[in-house]
T-cell receptor, first 116, second 113 residues
Framework: GAVVSQHPSWVICKSGTSVKIECRSL??????MFWYRQFPKQSLMLMAT?????????EQGVEKDKFLINHASLTLSTLTVTSAHPEDSSFYIC????????????FGPGTRLTVL | AQSVTQPDIHITVSEGASLELRCNYS??????LFWYVQSPGQGLQLLLK??????LVQGIKGFEAEFKRSQSSFNLRKPSVHWSDAAEYFC???????????FGTGTRLLVSP
């Protein structure tokens, strides 16, 4: 099946720094990708929809200026956590649908962010 | 707004026993429903999905789920659980027209010997 990769798989950074997370669809093109956040032992919460060639759409309550999303190509979306703080520590997961509505979405393995 | 409820946070099942994980949804139209499994270090994997047709859906790894509109439920079942099934299971509904998934809170399955 289709594969979605994420890089890095884990990252530790100091408070105030910025961290970039990459999400790639390896064997299919994705005009749309989704970014989720998962707190320990909790569900996935959608943060934003990444749209190739246009601005991302953010869910209510998600700070656009803190979580910058760029979808520069049909196989790559990036999430940059700017001026990270300890409360941003979480597990970030991306997904990409292989087709239209109802089609399987393929998930990346996730990126564990720890902000000291 | 769409929502998904998984009432069981943890479930422990003996290996070889049957399993049922509950999922209830709130959705105005015909829902697109999914079950995903999350294992440590791996991305979420789709077990099965439903959006029309036969209300009993077969998935991978021997799982099946039954859609019951009258009960707004989409419960996941497996007749005989294996130790390798221990994982976190998420039920999800797809937002109309946007492909966004709304997830339930998940059920952690523990398999005892």
């Amino acid at each position: 099946g289709a594969v979605v990769s994420q890089h890095p798989s884990w990252v530790i950074c100091k408070s105030g720094t910025s961290v970039k997370i990459e999400c790639r669809s390896l064997d299919f093109q994705a005009t749309t990708m989704f970014w989720y956040r998962q707190f320990p032992k909790q569900s996935l919460m959608l943060m934003a929809t990444s749209n190739e060639g246009s601005k991302a759409t953010y869910e209510q309550g998600v700070e656009k200026d803190k979580f910058l999303i760029n979808h520069a190509s049909l196989t790559l979306s990036t999430l940059t956590v700017t001026s990270a703080h300890p409360e941003d520590s979480s597990f970030y997961i991306c997904s990409a649908p292989a087709g239209g509505r109802g089609d399987t979405q393929y998930f990346g393995p996730g990126t564990r962010l720890t902000v000291l | 707004a769409q929502s998904v409820t998984q009432p069981d946070i943890h479930i422990t099942v003996s290996e070889g026993a049957s399993l049922e994980l509950r999922c209830n949804y709130s959705y105005g139209a015909t829902p697109y429903l999914f079950w995903y499994v999350q294992s440590p270090g791996q991305g979420l994997q789709l077990l099965l999905k439903y959006f029309s047709g036969d209300t009993l859906v077969q998935g991978i790894k021997g799982f099946e789920a039954e859609f019951k509109r009258s009960q707004s439920s989409f419960n996941l079942r497996k007749p005989s659980v294996h130790w390798s099934d221990a994982a976190e299971y998420f039920c999800a509904v797809e937002d109309t027209g946007f492909q966004k998934l709304v997830f339930g809170t998940g059920t952690r399955l523990l398999v005892s010997p």
